[in-house]
């Protein structure tokens, strides 16, 4: 389960929507021996050698051009989880969580969802609520996204994020990448960082498939308030990596993934790309938001975020970078944290993993949490209005007395 704290192993379409989509096709599966070993915790390799240096978090300004709040817009926000079972003869199902705006009144009575990491150890949420989707909200259609989370990690392990998304009008469903989650790095059933790559693109694709699909039983309830042509993959380390792929297609031994040209955005968190040629970085066109800390040694930015930035042909292209934020800024860590040791029951052992990993993003050296997920949630919301909803992107002087962020928009 600590692994679910982790991040990975090892930028965008028009902003008009897509007036058609590809027939759904089943993705290939590959698998592969698990690991010889597994690691309790999931930590990933840096992917350069220099890591950077720490710096200290500086006080934002008191009085800025722009307010950047934690991004929660007017819907409250349901949760349900499903799965999307693989129909191909493989043995890779997709456990998946939704996130969804509610109608009027759907949360009265309505209890608090709970993201389960084992029996009687949970993270409650503050804001969202286990309501169905007979509530969605009737203004619809709305936007898709898909969250991809790093490796050995879970589908919500940034609920924060997947959550203010859907307050502002996104539906957003975020699946298990089967093979490379928490519950596989425990159970040692993980597979080969080759295969999982190849994986990863293909279940985004799936997830899409059956989002658009009407005949799906699976997805059914939620089709019809999803519009088919405005489609965006956001991620969080190895998830980046996943984001990427889908707009620049990738190939390794096991495979070539095509680009899927319905996706029409990406945004990018803490990214892993040296999986990515430079050829397939250069192919990316669509829109892209690449956000990162100056402070992260898993997947420090230079190359993790230098090479897409420098290289993609993303229009527009946008970047930010945190100020002392770390890998595990981009996750719900900090909150675990907080949260766990308050329940009677909950498992030590998970209680004291997560600590022992506070030096990744929570510890006082670190840009605040609550800072990191104003500046997250609220450029994360901005660039998608832009690209679905012809609403206008921060500009780089309402955040130029930001000292805690350094924004760059090409």
Known sequence: MAASCAGSDGDTAATTPATEAPAATEAPVVTAAPADTAAPVATDAPTDTAAPAATDPPEPDQDPDLDLDLAYGDYEVGVQTITITDTSGGDRDLTVDVWFPLIDGASDGAAAHQYTLFPDT??????????GPESIASDGPFPLVIYSHGSGGLRYIHSNYTEALASNGYIVAAPDHTGNTAVDRLLETEVDGAVTAFNRPNDVQRVINAFLDPESTETVDFVAS??????AVTGHSFGGFTAYAMASGFSNEFGEFIADERVSAIITLAPATTPLSDDELLSIRIPALVMAGTDDVTTPIDPNVTRPWNQSASSPSYRVDLTAAEHETFTDL???QAFLPTLSNALPIVIDTINERDEAGCGPENMPIERAQAITNTFAV???????KGGEMIQID???EQTDLVFQAE
């Open 382 to 388: 901005a660039f998608l209005d832009e690209v679905f």
């Open 334 to 336: 900090c909150a675990y």
């Open 398 to 400: 309402e955040v130029d």
């Open 226 to 231: 999803v519009n088919p042509g405005q489609i």
């Open 122 to 131: 949970y993270y409650e949420s503050p804001f969202a609520f286990a309501v």
